[in-house]
């Protein structure tokens, strides 16, 4: 999972196959974002789970958000290969607008 | 739509020199602006953040010396690499907010910068 000092981390899969990613935070964050950035672009909102939800789904994606254990997940249902990406999830205290982010987790999705 | 753009898109410069880099946001009001670097294989290190009427706030390892920021309307922002060296180089990333609490930050494409 992100976050820490740890490097980025990588998965390498098939397309169709589902993904699940891991995110745990160190401190109160009213919500979690998950970005994607493919190749030579800038990070994109993908999905936004705030910490009264503990659910949120965008199509083939999941947030789970658990405050009690401070961490996040994202999966990913029936990968595309165009699903390639780095994974980054950002949090921020209430009020504090400063989205912190976290190492990142590189997906690659094998057509 | 919201947009935000970033210009140049890449960048070289001799070692010692200066680089200004500059965000543009349209389609929304920027309240606020972040601006980032991100390394090699690294992420987002959050360098300052700007919001409208308030003073800049620095990271811990940034400096306004090192890295003047301008924020003169809600819809621009810049930011120089003063006497830019090799640990410097990376993808400047500019995150940018509307009002309110919890809202989306739109990114540029960010300015790759390469130092020589």
């Known amino acids: 999972s992100q976050w820490g000092e740890e490097n980025l981390q990588a998965l390498s899969i098939q397309e169709g196959e589902d993904v699940t990613m891991n995110c745990s935070y160190k401190?109160?964050?009213?919500?979690v974002q998950w970005y994607r950035q493919k190749s030579g672009k800038g990070p994109a909102l993908i999905i936004l789970?705030?910490?009264?939800?503990r659910e949120k789904r965008s199509g083939r994606l999941r947030a789970t958000l658990d405050t009690s254990s401070q961490s996040s997940s994202l999966s990913i249902t029936g990968t595309l290969a165009t699903d390639t990406a780095v994974y980054f999830c950002?949090?921020?205290?209430?009020?504090?607008?400063?989205?912190?982010f976290g190492k990142g987790t590189s997906l690659v999705v094998h057509p | 739509g919201a947009l935000v753009y970033q210009y140049p898109r890449r960048t070289i410069c001799k070692s010692g020199t200066s680089m200004r880099m500059e965000c543009q946001a349209v389609?929304?009001?920027?309240?606020?602006v972040a601006w980032y670097r991100q390394s090699p294989q690294k992420t987002f290190e959050l360098i300052a953040l700007?919001?409208?009427?308030?003073?800049?706030?620095?990271e811990q390892n940034f400096t306004q010396e090192k890295f003047p920021i301008s924020h003169p309307n809600l819809s621009f922002s810049s930011m120089t690499v003063l006497n830019a060296y090799l640990e410097d180089r990376g993808l400047y990333l500019c995150?940018?907010?509307?009002?309110?609490?919890?809202?989306?930050?739109?990114f540029g494409k960010g300015t790759r910068l390469t130092v020589v």
């Open positions: 950002a949090t921020e205290a209430g009020g504090n607008y400063k989205p912190t």
């Open positions: 401190t109160y964050t009213t919500v």
């Open positions: 789970i705030r910490s009264n939800e």
């Open positions: 389609g929304f009001q920027a309240t606020s």
């Open positions: 700007s919001t409208v009427n308030s003073a800049i706030k620095y």
């Open positions: 995150g940018a907010r509307g009002p309110g609490h919890n809202t989306e930050v739109f």
